[in-house]
């Protein structure tokens, strides 16, 4: 089965659907699309580059950065490098995720030119002047535990499972839930949405195209919409590589 990247970011897959007990009749277990999503992410590591553009609502560019990614989750423990530059090059920060077989994971931070150790700034928290925080480019909340699947619904044309998540208990950032749209069919996210302890939804990622790199389908384009500004960030990839051992 071949892998659609969603990145984050970052990454969703198109995985087999592998049963469990039904959240109801006849709707798959959320937590078990989930864990069928994460089992499924590529072993090899992984170099994908890309750009972010900050768009005002009418849809004027205000910001460009360009963002390097350097997956190996396939290590032990799984390993994932963010690296934002502005335009033309320059470091600007660095996010490194270390993530433990049991999902667990630890953040190393760094920031400036040339990058420096830092403390660990809020994950939800917009960096760069854009509506992007290191918890969507991350996708950290893919790894939180449980998982129940609410309904079927048609998105954009597509059926789709919606799945919803608890933040976990110690969870201290913005999300207190995330809402996940799931391809019926193919099993890959199509939209994510986070919501805050009132219930309101406080940002929405949504897949807008994909692009075909060699035997892999990844997101081409993907918008980070921020509520209640309206305001877009849209991440687009533009090349993704294997490295060689």
């Not at 990247?5 to 469990?20: G, I, N, Q």
Request: hydrophobic share 40%; net charge positive.
């Amino acid at each position: 089965m071949k892998h659609i990247f969603f990145f984050s970011f970052l990454l969703a897959l198109v995985v087999p659907c592998v049963l469990s007990k039904p959240d109801s009749e006849g709707l798959p277990a959320g937590s078990q699309l989930l864990e069928d999503m994460r089992g499924q992410l590529p072993r090899e590591p992984i170099v994908i580059n890309g750009s972010l553009e900050v768009r005002k609502r009418k849809g004027v560019v205000t910001r460009t950065l360009n963002i390097e990614m350097r997956l190996d989750l396939g290590h032990s423990p799984a390993m994932a490098k963010y690296i934002l530059r502005d335009a033309l090059g320059k470091d600007l920060e660095q996010m490194t995720v270390i993530r433990s077989s049991a999902g667990s994971a630890r953040f190393e931070y760094a920031a400036g030119n040339p990058l420096v150790p830092a403390k660990v700034p809020d994950l939800y928290k917009p960096f760069q002047d854009t509506d992007v925080s290191w918890m969507e480019l991350t996708l950290s909340f893919l790894w939180w535990p449980g998982g129940k699947t609410l309904k079927a619904e048609t998105l954009r044309g597509q059926s789709c499972f919606i799945v919803e998540v608890d933040a976990p208990p110690g969870e201290t950032g913005q999300y207190k839930k995330v809402r996940l749209w799931i391809d019926e069919k193919l099993h890959m996210v199509l939209q994510a949405e986070g919501y805050d302890a009132g219930g309101e939804l406080v940002r929405r990622l949504f897949m807008k195209s994909f692009k075909k790199i060699e035997d892999r389908w990844m997101v081409k384009d993907m918008d980070i919409q921020c509520f209640p500004s309206e305001h877009r960030t849209n991440l687009r990839v533009e090349t993704m590589r294997v490295e060689k051992n």
